[in-house]
């Protein structure tokens, strides 16, 4: 008899709840720094309960091919601060590419008096380079979200 009690057993959902429990609880899993070891947690129903994830997955549109993305990056795994998107949305929601529209202004100005090169810009302002580019370019960049 199976143990799979959910019917989800190696498919992508299941592989996210793993990937997320290893992120956050395994000091072992190479991302455990920028998760677990920073203070993301996962919810206990969540960890607790693969079924209850499930049941919160497909009520709030999963299907394979999107990727659980934490609205709020100094929060953790929990119903009110996940959402699914694809991998564009979710490569804008990383804490290394989120900018203010008065950063955006003042890169824009600092830009423009020829003061600093986009690596000066992305080191001040803790960002990659690619972001001080979309920003100068009017390319997307994304504000935070509050």
Same mark, same amino acid.
């Given at each position: 008899?199976?143990?799979?009690?959910?019917?989800?057993?190696?498919?992508?959902?299941?592989?996210?709840?793993?990937?997320?429990?290893?992120?956050?609880?395994?000091?072992?899993?190479?991302?455990?720094?920028?998760?677990g070891g920073r203070g993301i947690s996962i919810c206990n129903e969540w960890d607790n309960n693969?079924?209850?994830?499930?049941? =919160?997955?497909?009520?709030?549109?999963?299907?394979?091919?999107?990727?659980?993305?934490?609205?709020?990056?100094?929060?953790?795994?929990?119903?009110?601060?996940?959402?699914?998107?694809?991998?564009?949305?979710?490569?804008?929601?990383?804490?290394?590419?989120?900018?203010?529209?008065?950063?955006?202004?003042?890169?824009?100005?600092?830009?423009?008096?020829?003061?600093?090169?986009?690596?000066?810009?992305?080191?001040?302002?803790?960002?990659?380079?690619?972001?001080?580019?979309?920003?100068?370019?009017?390319?997307? =960049?994304?504000?935070?979200?509050?």
């Amino acid at each position: 008899m199976s143990n799979n009690k959910h019917g989800h057993s190696k498919t992508p959902i299941a592989n996210c709840l793993v990937a997320i429990k290893q992120r956050c609880k395994n000091p072992n899993n190479k991302d455990y720094l920028n998760y677990g070891g920073r203070g993301i947690s996962i919810c206990n129903e969540w960890d607790n309960n693969p079924s209850s994830f499930f049941e =919160w997955a497909f009520s709030k549109g999963y299907k394979d091919g999107l990727q659980i993305d934490r609205i709020d990056n100094n929060k953790g795994y929990y119903p009110d601060n996940c959402r699914f998107v694809n991998g564009k949305v979710n490569s804008q929601n990383r804490r290394t590419t989120k900018l203010t529209e008065e950063s955006v202004k003042n890169i824009r100005e600092i830009y423009s008096y020829g003061i600093a090169s986009y690596s000066q810009l992305a080191f001040t302002f803790n960002v990659g380079v690619s972001t001080i580019h979309n920003a100068i370019t009017n390319h997307t =960049w994304h504000k935070i979200i509050r």
